[in-house]
């Protein structure tokens, strides 16, 4: 069962465009959201998180957006640039007692083209 | 601040012998937990260590067992290894693991032929 959906396995987007990566969830409890790029044989880099009590979170180029109501969140890249080709995985923690393990989306190839 | 440290970076092992595998949180940090990603799985949690006690535990076998030392350090141990244990193994740590930004090593190659 997978409780935390990447649905778009890869991206491309030309650099200076916007990048959106998409994320569902069905578990009602998740009440906290992180982002993180990969690299091939590297572990994971946090890039941004939301709690479930707020709909919006930026930190520089990153925002992420979170619609509680369609269990959904996006997280935007603006503007592109080529070093942000990696694997993006959208994970999530919930308020139960399980909240420090966090459960990972497949991932996103995300590539930015010249 | 240093990061994530995990040791060793990569390894190769035989079916049937054991592995250890060693974590060093982010000073501060006193949640420690495991993950093992897998082309085919994906990243799938293994077990939360927080005070030295094991907090969380994912869906594998009990050939997959960890601990965590007062200094918040921890190790993984796997026993009689299998051909599907090969994996990057990667360590995380948090403050307290709830609501806290998690923070992840480099990881742990394990191939067993």
């Known amino acids: 069962d997978q409780q935390v959906k990447q649905n778009s396995p890869s991206l491309s987007v030309q650099e200076g465009r916007i990048s959106i990566l998409n994320c569902d969830y069905t578990?009602?409890?998740?009440?906290?959201f992180l982002w993180y790029k990969k690299y091939p044989a590297e572990g994971p880099t946090f890039l941004i998180s939301?709690?479930?009590?707020?709909d919006k979170n930026e930190d520089g180029r990153f925002t992420v957006f979170l619609n509680k109501s369609a269990k959904h969140l996006s997280l935007h890249i603006v503007p592109s640039q080529p070093g942000d080709s990696a694997v993006y995985f959208c994970?999530?923690?919930?308020?139960?007692?399980?909240?420090?393990?966090?459960?990972f989306g497949t991932g996103t190839r995300l590539q930015v083209t010249l | 601040k240093a990061g994530v440290t995990q040791t060793p970076r990569y390894l190769i092992k035989t079916r049937g012998q054991q592995v250890t595998l060693s974590c060093s949180p982010i000073s501060g940090h006193r949640s420690v937990s495991w993950y093992q990603q897998t082309p085919g799985q994906g990243l799938q949690f293994l077990f939360e260590y927080f005070s030295e006690t094991q907090r969380n535990k994912g869906n594998f076998p009990g050939r997959f067992s960890g601990r965590q030392f007062s200094n918040s350090r921890s190790e993984m141990n796997v026993s009689t290894l299998e051909l599907g244990d090969s994996a990057l193994y990667l360590c995380a740590s948090s403050f307290s693991g709830f609501g806290n930004t998690i923070y992840f090593g480099e990881g742990s190659w394990l191939t067993v032929v």
């Open positions: 994970a999530a923690s919930a308020k139960d007692g399980t909240a420090s393990k966090l459960t």
């Open positions: 939301i709690s479930s009590i707020k």
């Open positions: 578990n009602s409890m998740f009440d906290y």
